[in-house]
């Protein structure tokens, strides 16, 4: 990992103290924060349970969900150029069977960096909804649905599943990309004459160009967006919200985000004549697709009521 981040306008900060090492493994910034970004949201997930009256796990729900979408993440980024992942395949495979421990070095070396939010999103959906299928939802919200029968109940489950995990999802996005920023990889900005502009590490993944430029720190925006986002979904789950609604207003709100700051970002455009970058792309697509399950629960309308708070002496 590059885990320190040398200079943030006039001061020089030591990020490089939280680097630790293991013998051959080094662990970084990026890992540390996105355990930090695991924890963030397992306690908001863990309080929406129970204002919800949910009979489910929540440090098991995310536990599932911070393992499968790190391999989504990893798979995404990585087949966006599969001749450099073979080649990365190859080069892990080099010191044959016969050296376990050094290929096993190797590819630990490679899957701690290179991840791609997109793939951990679709991962992360896939396992939030086989685990709503199997959730015993209670309260009067639940009550409310008139005997929805054994299918249709699993399929309202895995969906709200999805809308109490949003809260949680759009904190810990946000904490998470702390973690790239720190790291030191090709998360950042253009260059900048802003007061707020970083100094890039030298031996950053994706150094800026000059080396001593400043830049946008594009993180610090999805941080600082991704908290106005957190606490607007979770102030509107306090309410009565059809199964589905929530689930279209962070896929709206997180896609709209991602496609505005990517205009700033020095991710590679590369469709519509070069001005729309492949996270751009995914991330419109996160948008049109939130807002057609706005409006897919808005005609539904399948009511989904809070847990109300306990009585006084209750």
């Given at each position: 990992m590059y885990p320190y981040l040398p200079a943030i306008g006039p001061f020089h900060l030591p990020f490089h103290l939280l680097n630790l090492t293991f013998g051959p493994w080094q662990a970084g910034t990026?890992?540390?924060?996105?355990?930090?970004?695991?924890?963030?949201?397992?306690?908001?997930?863990?309080?929406?349970?129970?204002?919800?009256?949910?009979?489910?796990?929540?440090?098991?729900?995310?536990?599932?969900?911070?393992?499968?979408?790190?391999?989504?993440?990893?798979?995404?980024?990585?087949?966006?150029?599969?001749?450099?992942?073979?080649?990365?395949?190859?080069?892990?495979?080099?010191?044959?069977?016969?050296?376990?421990?050094?290929?096993?070095?190797?590819?630990?070396?490679?899957?701690?960096?290179?991840?791609?939010?997109?793939?951990?999103?679709?991962?992360?959906?896939?396992?939030l909804m086989i685990q709503g299928h199997g959730t015993r939802f209670k309260g009067p919200g639940w009550k409310s649905i008139v005997d929805p029968g054994p299918v249709l109940g699993a399929r309202l489950g895995a969906v709200r599943m999805l809308d109490l995990a949003a809260p949680a999802t759009?904190?810990?996005?946000?904490?998470?990309r702390i973690g790239c920023l720190l790291a030191g990889d090709g998360d950042y900005g253009i260059n900048t004459t802003l007061p707020w502009g970083v100094h890039m590490a030298k031996n950053a993944l994706?150094?800026?160009?000059?080396?001593?430029?400043?830049?946008?720190?594009t993180p610090i925006y999805e941080l600082l967006f991704s908290i106005a986002v957190f606490w607007l979904l979770w102030k509107l789950g306090e309410r009565a919200r059809p199964v589905g609604w929530l689930t279209g207003v962070y896929l709206a709100l997180s896609g709209a985000g991602r496609f505005l700051v990517e205009f700033v970002r020095i991710n590679p455009k590369l469709y519509f004549h070069h001005t729309l970058s492949n996270a751009q792309v995914a991330a419109a697509a996160s948008a049109i697709v939130g807002l057609i399950a706005m409006a897919a629960a808005q005609k539904t309308r399948v009511p989904w009521t809070p847990k109300p708070a306990a009585e006084p002496g209750n």
């Open positions: 990026f890992g540390l924060l996105l355990w930090l970004a695991a924890v963030a949201a397992t306690i908001v997930l863990y309080k929406n349970f129970a204002r919800n009256g949910v009979d489910a796990d929540a440090i098991n729900v995310a536990a599932l969900v911070v393992v499968a979408g790190v391999i989504g993440a990893k798979a995404w980024h990585e087949l966006q150029n599969v001749r450099e992942l073979q080649y990365a395949l190859r080069a892990i495979g080099a010191p044959g069977w016969q050296r376990p421990m050094q290929v096993a070095v190797g590819f630990l070396g490679w899957f701690r960096d290179g991840f791609a939010w997109f793939g951990g999103m679709l991962a992360a959906i896939a396992v759009a904190l810990g996005y946000g904490v998470g994706v150094p800026p160009i000059p080396a001593n430029a400043l830049v946008q720190p």
